[in-house]
């Protein structure tokens, strides 16, 4: 009876395992170790390749060994792609394959249709993503402020629908407007890690492009906390 129970118990863990989990070889231990090493390369280049987005380390995890060290296999890759006209490039907190800056011109001239990279954007619209990634939670109408124009719906619109605003939490301000945020497709298309690769505040007032008088104080201030973390 107790090996009959035993059976049973045994039986009703299985079935929460993912069927995946049960087939998919992570470890492929009857391999010699190059042989394990090169195909765990292979793996993850081939899910990072697959992927529309930047690939975390837990994703890529998921397809090697437990004491598979991710950061080895991208040093790897990377070296085995440095005469390849693409790179393996850290974004958005996961990695990426995307075309060198050498070959920019050669996919212009080609006007091939591309994957992934930036929506062509109106100057407006390029400046108020900006000034969302630097000030961010900020409502519509402190972006109007900021510009000194009113920001419309549409522009707003506009950069959600390209998927580089979210909704964020309603600001605390008189009517509880809602907030906009960037998203990890913002800092993917524009090849940085964290927010904390935006360019300098200051560079961007010498250069004309924001006027520091114009932004509301209590987002300044936050911005400036910010800088000092």
């Not at 991208?74 to 070959?103: C, F, K, N, T």
């Amino acid at each position: 009876m107790a090996g009959m129970s035993a059976t049973r118990h045994l039986r009703r863990n299985a079935k929460k395992i993912p069927q995946d989990d049960v087939l998919f070889d992570r470890e492929l231990e009857e391999l010699p170790a190059e042989l394990r090493w090169r195909e765990w390369m292979l793996r993850v280049e081939a899910v990072i390749f697959a992927s529309a987005e930047p690939v975390s380390r837990d994703t890529l995890a998921r397809v090697v060994g437990k004491e598979c060290s991710i950061d080895l296999l991208i040093d790897d890759l990377r070296e085995e792609l440095r005469s390849r006209p693409y790179e393996l490039v850290s974004v958005a907190g996961g990695w990426q394959h995307r075309s060198r800056s050498a070959y920019a011109e050669a996919i212009r001239a080609s006007q091939a249709p591309t994957r992934g990279g930036a929506a062509t954007l109106s100057e407006l619209e390029a400046m108020v993503l900006m000034a969302v990634g630097y000030f961010q939670p900020v409502t519509r109408g402190e972006l109007s402020k900021i510009f000194g124009r009113e920001i419309s719906r549409d522009t707003i619109g506009a950069l959600r629908g390209a998927g580089f605003l979210a909704t964020g939490p309603r600001s605390p301000t008189s009517g509880a407007p809602y907030t906009y945020v960037t998203t990890k497709h913002f800092l993917s298309s524009f090849g940085m890690q964290t927010l904390g690769d935006l360019p300098n505040i200051e560079a961007l007032e010498d250069a004309g492009l924001l006027d520091r008088h114009a932004v509301p104080a209590e987002l300044l201030t936050t911005e400036l906390e910010d800088d000092e973390e």
